[in-house]
């Protein structure tokens, strides 16, 4: 029997997206390129997220929060940001936002057990892994989704999950615009000497940048933004010369540190689509857009466009429309996009003005620390960010 709904990709988002529309009579179908084992058990990846207050509500209200184990999930109370190796920081505290922490830090593999598992018990949804799609042919009233299995499924929507370099929305003919800063971002876990405070914090050095993420008092998720060859050099050194390196880019302020995992090296290329809608398909995650992690706006982002998307499904599916119309799928693009698009220029642009280090861009840095600091308006806006949203 052929299903209301095809999604392809059973990342965090599209697991979400699943989950979201469970119970409500839909026939789904999630196709995904891993074998059931790897979902069920995915393994630590090195990334750790920053969720914020209104990711938490949504993955409350899918029943996921409650699912992550309570020592697993780690309060970001306070958040600074710091330039070159002055140590004025601009500072964001969880009392001027009235919440006792800004966010939470989860690792990704978890968050992705936790909804594989729920999806995994769920009735409607058909898990089709160790699978790839070969084409796509959307028709007016439906689209046709073939599998490297030769199999055909014919549904009235489909909604392309499957990364920021996503196959499925290449095939529907949606371009997107690339960004490769030309940089990778090395990511582990460490521990070390000083208390962290539960405090958040980005260095925007000279040549590279260091993220501080707090996991217990005493260790801490890293993240290092440096040029490609430098991330290799360094994922490469020894535990103890790498420990050192850190160490000292952070002027000892966390005391003596040693590595507590391994070491991951991701290239840092941004993706934003031209739009998230196509003939019967639309757009979620990283597949819509792809963000560069500075501003922890990732996996945020596709929550909450997961969340829109299944809200206009359920709409239509109470009014009995048609749940991949081109005004539903459009509406969606739409909302969404005015959403992404200044949160994507903006996070492109302080990347820019932070990796830029000719001498005016330097003084420019440190006078918008200043003016930032002086300004509770400014603070508020990214608090509110974190706490409503």
Not at 160 to 165: K, L, M, T, W
Not at 232 to 251: R, V
Request: one cysteine or more; hydrophobic letters at 40%; glycine letters at 8%.
């Amino acid at each position: 029997m052929n299903p209301d709904l095809i999604i392809v990709g059973g990342g965090p988002a599209g697991l979400a997206f699943a989950l979201s529309l469970a119970g409500v009579g839909l026939r789904i179908t999630l196709i995904e390129t891993h074998p059931d084992e790897e979902l069920a058990n995915p393994p630590f990846d090195g990334r750790d997220i920053a969720l914020t207050h209104g990711s938490k509500r949504i993955l409350s209200g899918l029943g996921i929060w409650e699912r992550l184990p309570h020592d697993q999930v780690f309060a970001i109370r306070d958040a600074r940001v710091l330039d070159g190796h002055s140590p004025y920081a601009l500072e964001f505290r969880h009392q001027e936002a009235g919440v006792d922490a800004l966010g939470f830090l989860v690792s990704n593999h978890i968050i992705r057990r936790a909804l594989y598992e729920a999806v995994s018990v769920t009735e409607d949804v058909t898990l089709q892994t160790n699978q790839t799609v070969s084409s796509v042919y959307p028709e007016q009233g439906s689209v046709t989704v073939t599998m490297c299995s030769g199999e055909s499924l014919k549904a009235s929507l489909l909604v392309a999950a499957d990364s920021r370099f996503s196959s499925v929305r290449r095939r529907v003919g949606i371009a997107a615009r690339n960004r490769d800063f030309g940089r990778a971002a090395l990511v582990c876990r460490m521990s070390h000497q000083q208390d962290n405070s539960g405090i958040a914090s980005e260095c925007f050095q000279y040549g590279q940048t260091v993220a501080v993420l707090p996991l217990t008092n005493q260790s801490s998720s890293i993240v290092i933004t440096v040029p490609t060859d430098r991330a290799q050099a360094l994922s490469e050194m020894t535990a103890d010369d790498f420990a050192e390196w850190i160490s000292a880019k952070l002027d000892s302020r966390l005391g003596s540190m040693d590595l507590i995992s391994e070491r991951f090296v991701y290239p840092l290329i941004a993706v934003l689509a031209d739009r998230f809608d196509g003939p019967r398909t639309a757009l979620i995650g990283d597949a819509a857009v792809g963000m560069h992690p500075v501003t922890a706006h990732g996996y945020n982002l596709g929550l909450s466009g997961q969340q829109l998307l299944a809200q206009a499904v359920l709409t239509a599916r109470h009014q009995e429309q048609d749940i991949g119309s081109p005004r539903l799928l459009q509406q969606y693009s739409h909302r969404h996009r005015r959403v992404v698009l200044p949160m994507y220029l903006g996070t492109n642009t302080l990347v820019d003005l932070y990796t830029t280090e000719n001498l005016p861009t330097k003084i420019l840095r440190k006078a918008l620390l200043h003016a930032a600091n002086h300004l509770p308006l400014i603070r508020r806006v990214v608090t509110d960010r974190l706490v409503s949203h």
